[in-house]
C-alpha cells in the first residue's frame, strides 16, 4: 500500500501562484507514475499533470507552460508549481500514484485526500 498526503492550497488572486506538494509513504518502491488531478464542483476529475516511469513529465494543455511538476531527490515526494493561476483553476488537487508507467485520466491505483485550490478573479 502507499499512502499519500497533499498540502499547499489555498487561496490565491488570479495571475498569482502556489506550490503543492505530496508525501508519499508505504511501498513506493514499486510505483511508477506520480501526478496530479483536480476537480471542479460538478465536473469530473480530470488529469493535470504527471511524470512518467522514465521520468518525463506531462501536462493538460490547459495548464502546459504555467505548472510545472517534479519530484524531491529522495523521490518520495512531489510538487506542482502552479504559476498564472486563473478562476478555471479552482478545484480539489489530488495527488495520484500507480503502478503503470502512466497515469490516466481518470483512474490511479492510489490517491492522497485532497487540497483546494480557490484562485479569485
Known amino acids: 500500500q502507499v499512502q499519500l498526503v497533499e498540502s499547499g492550497g489555498g487561496l490565491v488572486r488570479a495571475g498569482g501562484s502556489l506550490r503543492l506538494s505530496c508525501a508519499a509513504s508505504?511501498?513506493?518502491?514499486?510505483?511508477?507514475?506520480m501526478g496530479w488531478h483536480r476537480q471542479a464542483p460538478g465536473n469530473q476529475r480530470e488529469l493535470v499533470a504527471f511524470?512518467?516511469?522514465?521520468?518525463?513529465?506531462h501536462y493538460a494543455d490547459s495548464v502546459k507552460g504555467r505548472f510545472t511538476i517534479s519530484r524531491g531527490n529522495a523521490k518520495n515526494t512531489m510538487y506542482l508549481q502552479m504559476n498564472s493561476l486563473k478562476p478555471e483553476d479552482t478545484a480539489v488537487y489530488y495527488c495520484?500514484?500507480?503502478?503503470?508507467?502512466?497515469?490516466?485520466?481518470?483512474?490511479?491505483?492510489?490517491w492522497g485526500r485532497g487540497t483546494q485550490v480557490t484562485v479569485s478573479s
Open positions: 495520484a500514484a500507480d503502478y503503470s508507467p502512466a497515469l490516466l485520466s481518470d483512474y490511479a491505483d492510489f
Open positions: 508505504g511501498s513506493i518502491s514499486s510505483i511508477n507514475a
Open positions: 511524470i512518467s516511469s522514465d521520468g518525463s513529465p
